[in-house]
């Protein structure tokens, strides 16, 4: 089946600062990519769904400029937590849609860790 | 608006035992609806799926029936391994294609014990 990579995997950092996670396609090209936050034991929440070479849309609550997201290309969305606080600390998953297709296909995920 | 409720974990078995998992959703139209399974330290993978009424998704000896008359698509297994130990999620969305993201429920993890 189709590979999605995230990076990193796991990433600690100290509030105030800003981080960046990659989402890439590894074999296909994914005209959509969408940002979901997993909390310990509760079901994956969509964040936003970004579609390559257009801004991304977000999920009500969801502050697009603390969670900035970009799909430059067909194989990579960049989500970036900006000025991270405690609670920001979550587990991040993305997932790649070919375009014209059905399933979507998850990457491994990112734990941030935010002290 | 579109939700899913599958049942509470931590579902614990015995290797050979009888696996139902109990997925209920609220859609409107006529979602497609999913089970994902996630293997510890591993992403989301797809295993199965069913977009229409009556349709029985099946992979990897596991089964669900698209139920609409009771908006159910409950998974079952009827012998489960300890490979089966995982997280595993029920979702839809709400349109049989295009960029619709997924709406998931909160997962069940199954342990599988020889």
């Known amino acids: 089946g189709a590979v999605v990579s995230q990076h990193p995997s796991r990433v600690i950092c100290k509030s105030g600062t800003s981080v960046k996670i990659e989402c890439r396609s590894l074999?296909?090209?994914?005209?959509?990519m969408f940002w979901y936050r997993q909390f310990p034991k509760q079901s994956l929440m969509l964040m936003a769904t970004?579609?390559?070479?257009?801004?991304?849309?977000?999920e009500q609550g969801v502050e697009k400029d603390k969670f900035l997201i970009n799909h430059a290309s067909l194989t990579l969305s960049t989500l970036t937590v900006t000025s991270a606080h405690p609670e920001d600390s979550s587990f991040y998953i993305c997932?790649?849609?070919?375009?014209?297709?059905?399933?979507?296909?998850f990457g491994p995920g990112t734990r941030l860790l935010v002290l | 608006g579109n939700s899913v409720t599958q049942m509470e974990g931590p579902v614990t078995l015995s290797e050979e035992a009888f696996l139902t998992i109990n997925c209920t959703y609220t859609?409107?139209?006529?979602?497609?609806l999913f089970w994902y399974v996630q293997y510890p330290g591993e992403g989301l993978q797809l295993l199965l799926k069913?977009?229409?009424?009556?349709d029985k998704g099946s992979n990897k000896g596991f089964e669900a029936t698209y139920r609409k008359e009771t908006t159910s698509f409950h998974l079952e297994k009827g012998s489960v391994q300890v490979s089966d130990s995982a997280v595993y999620f029920c979702?839809?969305?709400?349109?049989?294609?295009?960029?619709?993201?997924?709406?998931f429920g909160k997962g069940t993890r199954l342990s599988v014990i020889a």
């Open positions: 069913a977009t229409k009424a009556d």
């Open positions: 074999d296909f090209q994914a005209t959509t």
């Open positions: 859609a409107t139209g006529y979602p497609s």
């Open positions: 997932s790649a849609l070919e375009g014209g297709k059905e399933t979507q296909y």
């Open positions: 979702a839809l969305t709400s349109a049989n294609s295009g960029n619709t993201p997924l709406v």
């Open positions: 970004s579609n390559e070479g257009s801004k991304a849309t977000y």
